[in-house]
């Protein structure tokens, strides 16, 4: 009989185990604060995606055969009888605490072997020890003893020398949950963002295979452009923050109920644009003891505001897990919010976030106009204004700035008709109305919505005037080929001949566009789909994914062969962005753009979108592709014929 026993209910293995934890980067976040407990400087997590396997070792104290039975297989147990662990280079608070964390490794693996070498004083090796944890064995075991449980199932132990590790521990994971070989980069960023103490720094690094993770992959440092920071981890974080436009150091004191002091550490930052952003990203994290345990802070608070679109942060807290009770959740994800030290704690971020409001605005506001008067032009204009007018133009071309438009050609435009805007609004001595915007001044609020709907309308105006004289003169070119070259060169970076709303992409976008079109092109085609092709795009626009297929003018093309080949494409890129963004039900369209009607020509238009529907996608030949175009923007100037005095001085000029 093995001297590696386990005790463990049903129940327990199903929620504290396989689903208490949401995400492959939760499950391995809980073994590597193991390791940190354990006073391991070093993490090594290997993924292998040729054999499914995952192993994660650490150069830590290992364990003896006492603390195997005692403390690992002894579900429960309870880390915080030892107030501080000391390591050879300082003491550490140990992160676990509800002892249940090691079995949120059968959340993503069946099959767990543990093998642990402990050293003696002298560095020797002291004690190996190795088991092995079958999920499907422990619940055939739970089903066979389902009235003596206390009878313990008996765990495979692993030779002696089959354990190669010097010293520490080292966990193999087998039998994964499908995909979880495909996680690494997405799990070097969740496991950056989970931690607070990893480094050189802190005697605490951890590698994915190989390569060691850093708060570089943390990936949004270099796109915040405002920092509120405080205490001493704000200050490490403000040297990674290499673009900031501006800063400020702010009071980090909190005073519980009981009247002692504590200090908060850490810091809010804002990102220029809000596609800087990435889903699911606009969070505050809160850390304790070096680790995460509350994803989102900012979800407990009014963020109502419009600056907290923009906001991102990490907040580190000693005393929401210390010595007293236990204020975390079962999976130590988050903190139980009625609890008061967690309720101060908000209190504080609430503050902190109040205050942003406004000195967000008015740096957004100075950085506008500084970037604005970039043109020469603007700058004469700007620098003709008396005070107040100045201060009101800042505020004009602060909001101008939150416009989603990143071609300069564009801004150009939407800046000349600003200005022309605040001309007429100063004569009419409506410029207050540009400090009104408050709940509390409900009507002027709308009022002025109003004017910058208006504003709006004569921009999109002249953009869709400017589009159309272009499609019409196009439209008149009598050579095809000239045509369809034109199409080919042009049509991916202007989508709006697709689709008026389907406006150019922003940098994120285009970093996954990157990704994502190796894969589509590396579709296997027939020789016959391969010389009809031209070229094969990939854009997301408008919460779309975006494929555009351009054939070539003279290629034959048969209906139900476009149809399998669509099919490929809509596969291949479900799958990649499945694995590689996590994002499980993409908004897909296909569009194929072909020299004519699909054959069998007999075919009606009625069949051929039946067929492509289920697929969402869709067929256009140039020529049609043009003629739509057309038809859209006349549609819209039709509708929008009411000019009105911002609109009839910018159509005078």
Same mark, same amino acid.
């Given at each position: 009989?093995?001297?590696?026993?386990?005790?463990?209910?049903?129940?327990?293995?199903?929620?504290l !185990?396989?689903?208490?934890?949401?995400?492959? #980067?939760?499950?391995?976040?809980?073994?590597?604060a193991?390791?940190?407990?354990?006073?391991?400087?070093?993490?090594?997590?290997?993924?292998?995606t040729?054999?499914g396997i995952?192993?994660?070792k650490?150069?830590g104290?290992?364990?003896?055969?006492?603390?195997?039975?005692k403390?690992?297989?002894?579900?429960?147990y309870?880390?915080r009888e030892d107030?501080?662990?000391?390591?050879?280079?300082?003491?550490?608070?140990v992160?676990?605490?509800?002892?249940?964390?090691?079995?949120?490794?059968?959340a993503?693996?069946?099959?767990?072997e543990?093998?642990?070498v402990?050293?003696?004083e002298?560095?020797?090796?002291?004690?190996?020890?190795?088991?092995?944890?079958?999920?499907?064995?422990?619940k055939?075991?739970?089903?066979?003893?389902?009235?003596?449980l206390?009878?313990?199932?008996?765990?495979d132990?692993?030779?002696?020398d089959?354990?190669?590790?010097?010293? !520490?521990?080292?966990?193999?994971?087998?039998?994964?949950?499908?995909?979880?070989?495909?996680?690494?980069?997405?799990?070097?960023?969740?496991?950056?963002r989970?931690?607070?103490v990893?480094g050189?720094?802190?005697h605490f690094?951890v590698y994915?295979n190989?390569?060691?993770?850093?708060?570089?992959d943390?990936?949004?440092?270099?796109?915040?452009?405002?920092?509120?920071?405080?205490?001493?981890?704000?200050?490490?974080?403000?040297?990674?923050?290499?673009?900031l436009?501006?800063?400020?150091?702010?009071n980090?004191?909190?005073?519980?109920?009981?009247g002692?002091?504590?200090?908060?550490?850490?810091?809010?930052g804002?990102?220029?644009?809000?596609?800087?952003?990435?889903? !699911?990203?606009?969070?505050?994290?809160?850390?304790?003891?070096?680790?995460?345990?509350?994803?989102?802070?900012?979800?407990n608070i009014?963020?109502?505001?419009?600056?907290?679109?923009?906001?991102?942060?990490?907040?580190?807290?000693?005393?929401l897990?210390?010595?007293?009770?236990?204020i975390?959740t079962?999976?130590?994800?988050?903190?139980?919010?009625?609890?008061?030290?967690f309720?101060?704690?908000?209190?504080f971020?609430?503050?902190?976030?109040?205050?942003?409001r406004?000195?967000?605005?008015e740096?957004?506001?100075?950085?506008?106009?500084?970037?604005?008067c970039?043109?020469?032009?603007i700058?004469?204009w700007?620098?003709?204004?008396?005070?107040?007018?100045?201060?009101?133009?800042?505020?004009?071309?602060?909001?101008?700035?939150?416009f989603?438009i990143?071609?300069?050609?564009?801004?150009?435009v939407?800046?000349?008709?600003?200005?022309?805007?605040?001309?007429?609004l100063?004569v009419?001595?409506?410029?207050?109305?540009?400090e009104?915007?408050?709940?509390?001044?409900f009507?002027?609020f709308?009022?002025?919505?109003?004017?910058?709907?208006?504003?709006?309308?004569v921009?999109y105006h002249?953009?869709v005037?400017g589009?159309?004289?272009?499609?019409?003169?196009f439209?008149?070119l009598?050579?095809k080929?000239?045509?369809?070259k034109v199409?080919?060169?042009?049509?991916?970076?202007?989508l709006w001949?697709?689709?008026?709303?389907?406006e150019?992409?922003?940098?994120?976008?285009?970093?996954?566009?990157?990704t994502?079109?190796?894969?589509?092109?590396?579709?296997?085609?027939?020789?016959?789909?391969?010389?009809?092709?031209?070229?094969i795009?990939?854009r997301?626009?408008? !919460?779309?994914?975006?494929?555009?297929?351009?054939k070539?003018?003279?290629a034959y093309?048969?209906?139900?062969?476009?149809?399998?080949?669509?099919?490929?494409?809509r596969?291949?890129?479900?799958?990649?962005?499945?694995q590689?963004?996590?994002?499980?039900? #993409?908004n897909i369209?296909?569009?194929s753009i072909?020299g004519?009607r699909?054959?069998?020509?007999?075919?009606?238009?009625r069949?051929?979108?039946?067929l492509?529907?289920?697929?969402?996608?869709?067929?256009?030949t140039y020529?049609k592709?043009?003629?739509k175009?057309?038809?859209?923007?006349?549609e819209?100037l039709?509708?929008n014929?009411?000019i009105?005095?911002?609109?009839e001085?910018?159509?005078?000029?």
């Open positions: 009989m093995s001297k590696y026993n386990l005790s463990i209910s049903m129940n327990v293995l199903e929620n !185990g396989e689903n208490l934890y949401s995400s492959t #980067p939760a499950v391995i976040a809980e073994t590597i193991n390791s940190y407990d354990a006073n391991a400087t070093k993490v090594e997590i290997n993924i292998d040729e054999t995952i192993t994660i650490d150069d104290d290992g364990m003896d055969e006492e603390e195997c039975k403390k690992y297989l002894n579900v429960g309870h880390r107030k501080k662990i000391k390591t050879k280079k300082g003491g550490r608070l992160m676990g605490r509800k002892g249940i964390g090691k079995l949120s490794l059968f993503i693996a069946k099959n767990i543990i093998h642990s402990m050293l003696d002298e560095g020797k090796i002291k004690e190996k020890n190795g088991f092995i944890m079958n999920k499907d064995k422990i055939k075991h739970i089903k066979s003893e389902p009235k003596n206390d009878k313990n199932l008996s765990l132990a692993v030779e002696k089959k354990i190669t590790i010097d010293k !520490g521990t080292k966990i193999i994971l087998t039998d994964l949950k499908k995909g979880l070989t495909k996680t690494e980069t997405f799990l070097r960023k969740r496991l950056a989970k931690f607070s990893l050189k720094k802190n690094q994915v190989g390569e060691e993770i850093s708060i570089k943390r990936d949004y440092f270099s796109k915040i452009q405002y920092l509120w920071y405080f205490g001493n981890y704000g200050e490490e974080s403000l040297k990674q923050c290499k673009n436009d501006n800063k400020e150091k702010i980090n004191e909190v005073i519980l109920n009981d002692k002091k504590y200090f908060i550490e850490g810091w809010i804002t990102v220029h644009e809000r596609s800087n952003l990435e889903e !699911g990203n606009n969070t505050i994290v809160l850390h304790s003891r070096g680790k995460s345990v509350h994803d989102n802070l900012l979800g009014d963020n109502s505001g419009f600056v907290t679109k923009y906001l991102i942060g990490e907040i580190t807290a000693s005393f897990d210390d010595d007293r009770e236990d975390t079962s999976d130590r994800q988050n903190i139980q919010e009625n609890n008061e030290r309720e101060k704690m908000r209190d971020v609430r503050e902190v976030i109040n205050n942003i406004k000195q967000w605005q740096w957004r506001e100075d950085n506008s106009i500084k970037k604005a970039e043109i020469s032009a700058k004469t700007f620098d003709s204004l008396g005070p107040d007018n100045k201060r009101y133009a800042k505020q004009l071309f602060g909001k101008i700035d939150r989603p990143s071609n300069e050609e564009y801004k150009r939407l800046y000349k008709n600003a200005i022309l805007a605040f001309q007429t100063a009419s001595n409506n410029l207050s109305k540009l009104n915007i408050s709940p509390e001044q009507e002027p709308l009022e002025l919505l109003a004017e910058i709907d208006q504003l709006e309308a921009h002249d953009i005037k589009r159309l004289k272009v499609l019409e003169e439209e008149g009598v050579d080929n000239v045509k369809e199409l080919q060169k042009y049509l991916f970076n202007h001949l697709l689709d008026p709303s389907w150019r992409t922003d940098s994120e976008s285009s970093r996954m566009e990157k994502v079109i190796k894969d589509i092109k590396n579709v296997k085609l027939t020789k016959e789909e391969s010389l009809a092709r031209l070229d795009y990939y997301t626009a408008a !919460g779309k994914h975006i494929i555009i297929e351009l070539k003018s003279d093309v048969n209906l139900f062969d476009l149809q399998k080949q669509l099919d490929k494409y596969t291949a890129l479900t799958k990649c962005l499945n590689k963004f996590q994002i499980e039900v #993409p369209e296909i569009i072909l004519s699909p054959n069998p020509k007999e075919k009606s238009e069949f051929i979108k039946q492509l529907d289920p697929l969402d996608a869709r067929y256009l020529d592709l043009i003629e175009a057309c038809m859209s923007y006349k819209f039709e509708k014929k009411a009105s005095k911002i609109q001085l910018v159509e005078s000029i």
